[in-house]
């Protein structure tokens, strides 16, 4: 029981996060073409990694 109560948040932060994103990709591939799907998402991870780059600063060794 126990063990189940703690996949329960992660179930629903999955369909929270994942749901809204292969909506997003579905509709884009249909209403649109493959292409346009598939350079959304490397526009999305390219966004993504530049954040990392300039956003997190690394810890400082004191």
Not at 26 to 33: A, P, V
Not at 35 to 56: D, H, Q
Request: glycine share 6%; net charge positive; charged share 10%.
């Amino acid at each position: 029981m126990l063990k189940s109560l703690f996949s329960l948040p992660a179930t629903v932060w999955l369909l929270g996060q994942l749901l809204p994103a292969s909506l997003l990709f579905g509709w884009l591939w249909l209403s649109f073409r493959l292409e346009t799907a598939f350079g959304f998402a490397a526009g999305c991870a390219m966004l993504a990694a530049a954040l990392l780059k300039f956003w997190v600063s690394p810890k400082r060794k004191m």
